[in-house]
């Protein structure tokens, strides 16, 4: 379980290079200000001065604070690269403690109230746990939703290191003649009864050959870790795929300019994530 939580954690992060902080910073402040202002929790509700006014200026203090952060923030995530999911949980955790902080010596200026240690230690501690506890929610639903649009940036490609590699892919059948290839040229396999259609690059150009083989065959033939089965049917050069849309249940990838899209069922879809560095 520790060993895939670490996975989970330091795969890298689809973090939005043109995020919006002014406007996720009026988002979280209207968040905070409806809450105080509709809800009245934390008892709010016993206040007998200005509500509105009072809701207003713990909004706009979180909106400060989110504001700022975010301009502190963005060079420091352009500093680490890759960004990955550990970053961006403490950074997100980083940022709600700050808010909690700056509301809560607002919240002593406003109420009068005396300041007490105790009552800091224990409204920190529960800060921190729902803290931590949206922070995972917010995570999670932000990397599912920039993976559909992202994952094939996020790939560990070697295309590089493949460069001068050339493979060849038997025929079995008779008279047959055997397909060899650069292994960067190779786009994907696709079986078909008892054939199997290889598609790769010509001269910058789209071809196809189809062979008398079997997908375990070729797999056996081109025996690198960029390979990968992501289907049934489908073999596909990790190295050339230029997106991937999709879910758990299922990508649909674009390979090379190649036009067919090649599915990813759900039974492989976990592994296709392991390729994330």
Not at 16 to 23: A, E, H, K, V
């Amino acid at each position: 379980l520790f060993m895939k939580i670490f996975s989970i954690l330091t795969r890298k992060y689809p973090y939005p290079q043109n995020r919006l902080w002014l406007r996720d910073s009026a988002v979280y402040c209207t968040i905070v200000f409806l809450i105080l202002y509709l809800l009245q929790p934390f008892g709010f509700s016993m206040y007998h001065g200005n509500k509105l006014l009072v809701s207003l200026l713990f909004g706009i203090v979180t909106f400060a604070c989110c504001y700022i952060f975010g301009l502190v923030f963005v060079p420091l995530q352009k500093r680490i690269s890759p960004w990955r999911i550990w970053h961006e949980v403490c950074s997100t955790l980083v940022m709600i403690l700050c808010i909690y902080l700056c509301n809560l010596l607002v919240f002593f200026f406003v109420f009068h109230y005396p300041i007490n240690l105790e009552f800091c230690l224990l409204s920190f501690y529960w800060t921190l746990i729902v803290g931590l506890v949206i922070t995972v929610i917010s995570v999670s639903v932000s990397y599912s939703r920039h993976l559909r649009n992202e994952l094939a940036s996020m790939l560990n490609k070697n295309t590089e290191e493949q460069a001068d590699i050339q493979v060849t892919i038997h025929d079995t059948a008779v008279r047959s003649k055997d397909l060899t290839i650069g292994i960067n040229d190779f786009l994907y396999a696709e079986a078909q009864k008892n054939n199997v259609v290889i598609y790769y690059l010509s001269e910058g150009q789209v071809t196809s050959t189809e062979l008398r083989c079997t997908l375990g065959s070729i797999l056996e033939d081109l025996s690198y870790g960029n390979i990968f089965q992501c289907h049934r049917s489908f073999i596909v050069n990790m190295n050339n795929i230029s997106s991937a849309k999709g879910n758990s249940n299922g990508y649909q990838l674009m390979l090379g300019n190649c036009r067919n899209q090649v599915p990813v069922s759900r039974t492989y879809v976990p592994k296709l994530k392991s390729f994330i560095a």
